[in-house]
């Protein structure tokens, strides 16, 4: 990192880049490790250089934009910060919201993966309506996408349900929170049929639900 932060301060557009990446991949690794503050720190820095960026090209830098925003807020959840969780992953699904109306088959996995962990923040808060919309949008997105490629698609079909279930259950709609886990079930099962050792542990988690 201190080679592209030097290569930055010289050459900021060549290098500036690659440091935000460098940065939005480090907050990864330091988060996996439990160094919360740290990785917060470093993801912070990263959005900041990439909304600069995006100021200036956007067609370029958005996504990237959108990607950082997307691992801010879950640094921020994680640090029970979950009104700033929550602003950012909003962010982070209105610039991939409009990513995915213009270019759909990148975009759209991207959107639903945000709407995912936007429900779960808004849950966070007790919004449970909210949380029930978003969580809804992201199912429905994914199982377009896993209708159209199911090896790329069914696992996050299947991880998207099983919160599904989670935000019915928590209105009291008991019968369709129902309908959703064992759905997530009958997709876990056919998956650990086929590699266990990658799917087992959803399925449990799923069965458990």
Known sequence: M????ELAGL????FLPDLATV????SVDLGGLGRR????????????????L?????????PNLAMSLNNLSIRLGGLGRREEALAAITEAVEIRREL?????????????????????????LGRREEALAAITEAVEIRRELAGLHPDAFLPDLATSLNNLSNHLGDLGRREEGLAAITEAVEI????????????LPDLATSLNN
């Not at 201190?2 to 932060?5: I, N, W």
């Not at 940065?23 to 480090?26: D, E, R």
Request: aromatic residues 6%; charged residues 30%; glycine residues 6%.
């Open 100 to 124: 995915a109306g213009l270019r759909p088959d990148a975009f759209l996995p991207d959107l639903a993966m945000s709407l995912n962990n936007l429900s779960s923040h808004l849950g966070d």
């Open 37 to 52: 503050e740290e990785a917060l720190a470093v993801i912070t820095e990263a959005v900041e250089i990439r909304r600069e």
């Open 54 to 62: 995006a100021g200036l090209r956007p067609d370029a830098f958005l």
């Open 2 to 5: 201190d080679v592209f932060r």
């Open 188 to 199: 876990r099962r056919e998956l650990a049929g086929l590699r266990p050792d990658a799917f």
């Open 11 to 14: 050459r900021p557009d060549a």
């Open 23 to 26: 940065l939005n991949n480090l």
